[in-house]
């Protein structure tokens, strides 16, 4: 039997399984419970918290034997089928792929005939933001005036491009960003289901690195088991994601605030002959010093989902410079990684950036007031005055 990934074998079967957005099982629960089904949802949220997964949960709800109920049972032919692909019933449109106006017109010629086999006939439109502008005017007739045995599930990552007369018809729910608690949980119940020796902080480090998403961290430790001969370790999930690691930021911080040229461009070669990819580099160096900023703020990181380092360490490190300077250094490293994008010497970017965080400089360049420049025929002081 072919292997299948972890995110597949793990997806959410039903409301009781989804992590981290307690909010919409409830609501759509008590919803079938009362019967108060509505005929067009729309499910935004950042990718990997489940919105496509919740919209399958929902057509199984609606048309399994024994529903609508909010626990379907997972083991009738509709609930198998659904969980399959094969419904007829169920139809899943990527508008990612089908984003015109024609696909909407067929969809309108099949949402009036009733459904083969379950309850519902359930039509689950993913990225529904990619559609033309036509097709959305085209969609809007059949949202405005659906057949009572048809709904609607719109799911998108960016709401905002979503016209605001498809929004007004349908019930939105937005899925949050899924915690870095909540996703070490699921791993570790995964693992342990899975018998599979996994380290806390390597868990820990793959729920931060996922930032969010929780399909994404069981993408990273599925490729982490297979990479691993013995127990999943922190030093591994680095490793594999080419993270440069506590230990050189670390150094670079106190390099920076000993203003040592030398030692910040000697950590530079060391980690680019390690194989380490520059903006990667910045970013962990970039979340280190917002660690530092917090930890000025408010005294702890706890609870904050922030890079995952010892209180200790930060502790001492945020000593090193007044929460000014921090800002300011941040600053200078995101127009760093901005800049990297299309640099054509991405390590002369860096090396000029580090070095300017070095001699403590506090502002950004573009924030910097540009210096006068004499026109033809002018002295350097009559430009000057003329400032």
Known sequence: MAYIALYRQWRPKTFADLVGQEHVSKTLSQAIVSGRIGHAYLFAGPRGTGKTSTAKILAKALNCDEGPTPTPCGTCENCRRITDGTSMDV???????????????????TV?????????????????????????NALLKTLEEPPAHVVFILATTEPHKVPATIQSRCQRYDFRRITVSEIEGRLRTICDAMKVEAADSALELIALQADGGLRDALSILDQCISLADG????????????????????????????????????????????????????AELALHLRSLMIYQAAGTVEGLDLYAEPEDVLKKQSAFFPTETIMAMLAHLHKCVDTLRWSPQPRITVEVTLLLLCRGITAPAEDQAPESVPRSGETAGEAQRLA
């Not at 139809?91 to 067929?106: K, L, P, Q, V």
């Not at 459904?115 to 933001?129: F, L, N, Q, S, T």
């Open 91 to 109: 139809f899943e449109i990527d508008a990612a792929s089908n984003r015109g106006i024609d696909e909407i017109r067929g969809l309108r010629e």
């Open 231 to 282: 127990p999943v370790t922190a030093a591994l999930v680095q490793e594999m994601l080419g993270l440069v690691g506590h230990s050189w930021i670390y150094r670079m911080t106190e390099s920076l605030a000993s203003h040592d040229a030398q030692s910040v461009l000697s950590i530079v070669a060391e980690l680019l002959a390690g194989g380490k990819d520059l903006k990667q580099m910045m």
């Open 112 to 136: 009036k005939f009733a459904p083969a086999e379950g309850h519902y006939k359930v039509y689950i439109i993913d990225e529904v933001h990619m559609l033309t502008a036509e097709a959305f």
